[in-house]
């Protein structure tokens, strides 16, 4: 089984040159997350091989503005947004950290689901009985949806207890 972590260390051979490349790119570009990423994307070449060879599986990155691969991004001290706990929309995510050691403080935390006892989102319907969770627990989630606004107020689309058991239905489906 591959492993839902990889750490490592030293992986580029030139990573000061590429540090310098990010550190030359224009940030500006804020989310929900501290610091910005760059306008421009750093491509490093024979990063998708690499991965593909450590994961086992071929892995092509998106280049397209919608997605922050190829993206840099800096964070300082004196950023006022704060992390926090998500999930990426893709099947593998990358960080590659430039920063000095003499730089350096915190870093990434990766978690696991309490009662699941998992590390990573369940990509099919087996994954997901296999955990535990089954249509019986639509009525729970959608409870605990309503009262997240940043969920049902912001949404494009009506997002009312039908729409949303309707999505969960079809989420244990369409994983």
């Not at 000061?16 to 550190?23: P, S």
């Not at 922050?68 to 593998?92: F, P, V």
Request: glycine content about 6%; overall charge negative.
């Amino acid at each position: 089984m591959v492993p839902a972590v990889f750490v490592i260390d030293d992986f580029l051979r030139n990573a000061e040159e590429v540090r310098r490349q990010a550190l030359a790119l224009d940030y500006m570009i804020g989310g929900r997350y501290p610091g910005l990423n760059s306008k421009q994307k750093l491509r490093i070449e024979g990063l998708d091989e690499i991965v593909s060879m450590l994961v086992r599986e071929p892995v092509r990155a998106p280049w397209t503005n919608d997605f922050s691969h190829g993206s840099c991004r800096i964070a300082l001290a004196s950023d006022e947004q704060q992390a926090r706990i998500h999930i990426d929309q893709s099947h593998w995510s990358g960080i590659l950290y430039l920063s000095r050691p003499e730089d350096c403080q915190g870093g990434t935390e990766f978690f696991r689901h309490k009662r699941t006892n998992t590390d990573r989102v369940p990509m099919d319907t087996e994954s997901l009985k296999a955990i535990g969770y089954s249509s019986s627990d639509i009525p729970a989630l959608v409870e605990g949806t309503l009262p997240q606004h940043r969920v049902t107020k912001l949404s494009p689309r009506p997002a009312g207890p039908e729409e949303l058991a309707r999505l969960f239905e079809d989420a244990m489906v369409a994983f």
